[in-house]
């Protein structure tokens, strides 16, 4: 592989309005409780907000690793063009890198080790289960296995793996022709998926034959 490889992600138009009407709702009512507490009045309800938004923001960041990536990932929920990417390799292992484009800067949000990935499928989420038809929450994600021997998840059918979503929640057939691109991807940087257990996986060779 000489260059590096990159393709778009799909993104939700109804997530970016989700993502600005939730920041503008939490932003106003965190103003207010300000002016609340500098006026001195509603003191415990404005305390109590402010407390939620912190323990939330603290919580996510811990999640993410750090604020700083906490705060780039909700900055790409505000528009970003999401990108998947391969780059040459300058040593070995060869990684792909998860990001967004947005007012001419790039962000990389999440790393893996391509060696590591052994499988990418589509699936319905809930709301079509119950429902018993598409109500646009099919999604691809991606099985890799992680680093850590002792962390296992006995409730998953791949406990020492973990899962990424790629993409938005849309209905089954914008989730196919995304799930397939992103399979040729992987394909032509060298990852050897074929067709697992139905129509909607593709396994590692070593995985499928195994």
Not at 38 to 58: K, N, R
Not at 108 to 131: H, I, R
Not at 200 to 209: D, G, I, K, L, P
């Amino acid at each position: 592989m000489t260059s590096s490889l990159e393709m778009s992600i799909p993104r939700a138009r109804s997530e970016n309005i989700t993502a600005c009407v939730l920041t503008i709702v939490v932003v106003f009512f965190s103003i207010l409780a300000v002016y609340n507490l500098l006026c001195e009045q509603a003191l415990i309800s404005s305390g109590l907000w402010l407390a939620f938004v912190a323990f939330q923001v603290w919580s996510s960041s811990k999640t993410k690793g750090s604020f700083q990536k906490f705060a780039i990932e909700c900055l790409g929920d505000f528009g970003g063009k999401q990108f998947v990417e391969i780059t040459p390799p300058n040593g070995v292992p060869v990684k792909i890198r998860f990001g967004f484009h947005l007012l001419g800067y790039r962000f990389v949000l999440w790393t893996v080790t391509l060696n590591k990935v052994d499988c990418v499928e589509w699936s319905p989420g809930q709301a079509t289960g119950m429902a018993g038809r598409d109500m646009k929450d099919w999604s691809v994600c991606m099985w890799f296995r992680h680093d850590d021997p002792t962390r296992r998840n006995e409730w998953s059918r791949k406990p020492d793996h973990d899962i990424y979503i790629i993409g938005p929640s849309v209905r089954k057939e914008e989730t196919e022709a995304f799930g397939l691109s992103f399979v040729d991807f992987l394909r032509h940087a060298g990852v050897p998926l074929v067709r697992g257990k139905g129509d909607a996986c593709f396994e590692r060779v070593a995985t499928a034959m195994g």
